[in-house]
C-alpha cells in the first residue's frame, strides 16, 4: 500500500554484500508518526514482536520467519535454531501464524546441510512473506465480492463496522478484513466503514490511518458504540480478521470481538472472519481449552498515549500503579455466531473449513488464481 507517494510493505528483507536485516514499519510510533527501522538480528525481531513494533497474526508469522533465517547467518546449527524458534515462538502465543511460520522454516532446515541453512532460510522466508501477499489479494478479492453483493442488492451505501486492525500493516501487504475493503472500494462499492478504537491498544486509530491514506469513508467509533449503532440499523456487515480460528471455526481474535458478534447475532447482521489458511490451527478443535490467551501488561490498560498540546507523543497515566488490572489480549467468538470465514480459497461457512482445506492439515496452502 501507499504513504503518500510511494508503496511500502509492512516488513522487506534488506541484502547486501556485507549484512541480512529486515526493515519494518515502526508500528508502536503510529498513527502520529511513519517511521521505519531496520532488525539486523533475531534478538531484535524477538523484542520487535514482543513490543508490538509489529503486529498482525500473518505478519509476526513472516517476520518469526525472517527472525530465524537471521540466526542462520550467526550459528547454523540444529541445537542453535531449535532454541531461537523457541524463543521467537514464546513473544506472542496467542497467534498461529507465529507457529506455523516457524514450523515450516524448521522442516525446510532441517532436511538442508548447515552449510547451506543460510540461503535456504533466507528464501523460504521470502517466499512465506510472497505468499501472504498473495493470500491478502484473494481474501480481498472474495470479500470484495460480498461486499458487492450487498451493495447491489440494497442500492446504498453499504455500512461495515470494523474491530482491531486487519489491514495491510497487519500483514506484509493489503491486508485481511481491509482487502476487502480497499477492492470494493476501489471497484467502485459505496461504503462507509464505522472503527472500532479498540482499547486499550488502539488499533482502531491505525485502522482509521489506513483509510484515510486510501481515501475510504470512515468514522471513528468507542468500542462500545458498535451495539448501539447495530440496533439502530447502521450497520451492514460486521467484519474483522483473527489471530487464530479452530478447525470447527471459532474465531480467537483482538478482545472485544465476542461482544461484536454477540450484538451482529441479536440484530441479524452478518459477521465474517477474514483469514489466511495460515491463521487456522487444525490442531485445535476446543477453542477454550486449545488457545493460549495472552495476558499483557497491566500499563496498557492503566497508561493512555497520545499527542501532548505541545505535539510531542506523551504517555498519561488514568489509574494507579496500585490498582489491580486484568489484560486479556483475545477472546474467542464460537462458530455459531460466524457468518463465514473469508480465506483465499472463498467464503467457507465455518463448519465446512475442514472440507475446504481438506488438503492442508495444517501445512502451507497453495494459493489459486483469481
Given at each position: 500500500?501507499?504513504?503518500?507517494e510511494?508503496?511500502?510493505?509492512?516488513?522487506?528483507?534488506?541484502?547486501?554484500?556485507?549484512?541480512?536485516?529486515?526493515?519494518?514499519?515502526?508500528?508502536?510510533?503510529?498513527?502520529?508518526?511513519?517511521?521505519?527501522?531496520?532488525?539486523?538480528?533475531?534478538?531484535?525481531?524477538?523484542?520487535?514482536?514482543?513490543t508490538?513494533?509489529?503486529?498482525?497474526?500473518?505478519?509476526?508469522?513472516v517476520?518469526?520467519?525472517?527472525?530465524?533465517?537471521?540466526?542462520?547467518f550467526?550459528?547454523?546449527?540444529?541445537?542453535e535454531?531449535?532454541?531461537?524458534?523457541?524463543?521467537?515462538?514464546?513473544?506472542?502465543?496467542?497467534?498461529?501464524?507465529?507457529?506455523?511460520?516457524?514450523?515450516?522454516?524448521?522442516?525446510?532446515?532441517?532436511?538442508?546441510?548447515?552449510?547451506?541453512?543460510?540461503?535456504?532460510?533466507?528464501?523460504?522466508?521470502?517466499?512465506?512473506?510472497?505468499?501472504?501477499?498473495?493470500?491478502?489479494?484473494?481474501?480481498?478479492?472474495?470479500?470484495?465480492?460480498?461486499?458487492?453483493?450487498?451493495?447491489?442488492?440494497?442500492?446504498?451505501?453499504?455500512?461495515?463496522?470494523?474491530?482491531?486492525?486487519?489491514?495491510?500493516?497487519?500483514?506484509?501487504?493489503?491486508g485481511?478484513?481491509?482487502?476487502?475493503?480497499?477492492?470494493?472500494?476501489?471497484?467502485?462499492?459505496?461504503?462507509h466503514?464505522?472503527?472500532?478504537?479498540?482499547?486499550?491498544?488502539?488499533?482502531?486509530?491505525?485502522?482509521?490511518?489506513?483509510?484515510?491514506?486510501?481515501?475510504?469513508?470512515?468514522?471513528?467509533?468507542?468500542?462500545?458504540?458498535?451495539?448501539?449503532?447495530?440496533?439502530?440499523?447502521?450497520?451492514?456487515?460486521?467484519?474483522?480478521?483473527?489471530?487464530?480460528?479452530?478447525?470447527?471455526?471459532?474465531?480467537?481474535?483482538?478482545?472485544?470481538?465476542?461482544?461484536?458478534a454477540?450484538?451482529?447475532r441479536?440484530?441479524?447482521?452478518?459477521?465474517?472472519?477474514?483469514?489466511?489458511?495460515?491463521?487456522?490451527?487444525?490442531?485445535?478443535?476446543?477453542?477454550?481449552?486449545?488457545?493460549?490467551?495472552?495476558a499483557?501488561?497491566?500499563?496498557?490498560?492503566?497508561?493512555?498515549?497520545?499527542?501532548?498540546a505541545?505535539?510531542?507523543?506523551?504517555?498519561?497515566?488514568?489509574?494507579?500503579?496500585?490498582?489491580?488490572?486484568?489484560?486479556?489480549?483475545?477472546?474467542?467468538?464460537?462458530?455459531?455466531?460466524?457468518?463465514?470465514?473469508?480465506?483465499?480459497?472463498?467464503?467457507?461457512?465455518?463448519?465446512?473449513?475442514?472440507?475446504?482445506?481438506?488438503?492442508?492439515?495444517?501445512?502451507?496452502?497453495a494459493?489459486?488464481?483469481?
Amino acid at each position: 500500500m501507499n504513504v503518500g507517494e510511494r508503496h511500502y510493505r509492512s516488513i522487506w528483507p534488506i541484502v547486501s554484500n556485507e549484512r541480512r536485516a529486515v526493515g519494518i514499519v515502526d508500528q508502536t510510533r503510529l498513527p502520529f508518526e511513519f517511521a521505519t527501522t531496520e532488525l539486523g538480528s533475531w534478538r531484535q525481531v524477538a523484542v520487535a514482536i514482543r513490543t508490538m513494533q509489529v503486529r498482525g497474526a500473518p505478519l509476526i508469522g513472516v517476520a518469526a520467519a525472517y527472525g530465524l533465517a537471521l540466526a542462520t547467518f550467526e550459528d547454523a546449527s540444529d541445537a542453535e535454531l531449535t532454541a531461537v524458534a523457541g524463543q521467537l515462538a514464546e513473544t506472542r502465543p496467542t497467534a498461529v501464524n507465529l507457529r506455523w511460520a516457524l514450523e515450516r522454516m524448521q522442516a525446510v532446515l532441517r532436511t538442508t546441510p548447515p552449510g547451506k541453512r543460510a540461503a535456504a532460510a533466507w528464501s523460504e522466508a521470502d517466499r512465506i512473506a510472497e505468499e501472504d501477499v498473495a493470500c491478502n489479494r484473494a481474501i480481498g478479492a472474495h470479500g470484495a465480492r460480498l461486499i458487492g453483493g450487498l451493495h447491489a442488492a440494497r442500492r446504498r451505501v453499504i455500512r461495515i463496522l470494523t474491530h482491531c486492525n486487519a489491514g495491510w500493516i497487519a500483514t506484509v501487504d493489503f491486508g485481511t478484513a481491509l482487502s476487502a475493503i480497499y477492492q470494493a472500494f476501489d471497484a467502485g462499492v459505496e461504503l462507509h466503514v464505522w472503527v472500532d478504537e479498540t482499547r486499550p491498544r488502539n488499533q482502531g486509530l491505525l485502522t482509521a490511518w489506513e483509510l484515510a491514506a486510501h481515501g475510504v469513508p470512515h468514522t471513528l467509533i468507542a468500542d462500545n458504540a458498535g451495539g448501539h449503532l447495530m440496533r439502530r440499523g447502521e450497520v451492514d456487515l460486521v467484519l474483522v480478521g483473527a489471530d487464530r480460528v479452530t478447525r470447527r471455526g471459532d474465531v480467537c481474535n483482538k478482545i472485544g470481538t465476542y461482544l461484536k458478534a454477540v450484538a451482529a447475532r441479536d440484530n441479524d447482521v452478518p459477521f465474517y472472519a477474514a483469514v489466511p489458511a495460515s491463521t487456522i490451527d487444525w490442531t485445535v478443535d476446543d477453542a477454550d481449552a486449545g488457545i493460549e490467551i495472552e495476558a499483557r501488561s497491566p500499563d496498557e490498560l492503566r497508561l493512555v498515549g497520545g499527542l501532548a498540546a505541545d505535539g510531542r507523543v506523551a504517555s498519561v497515566r488514568i489509574a494507579g500503579a496500585e490498582t489491580p488490572v486484568a489484560n486479556p489480549a483475545f477472546d474467542v467468538t464460537p462458530a455459531r455466531l460466524v457468518t463465514g470465514i473469508i480465506t483465499e480459497r472463498g467464503i467457507v461457512a465455518p463448519e465446512a473449513l475442514t472440507r475446504a482445506f481438506s488438503d492442508a492439515a495444517g501445512a502451507a496452502v497453495a494459493v489459486p488464481a483469481t
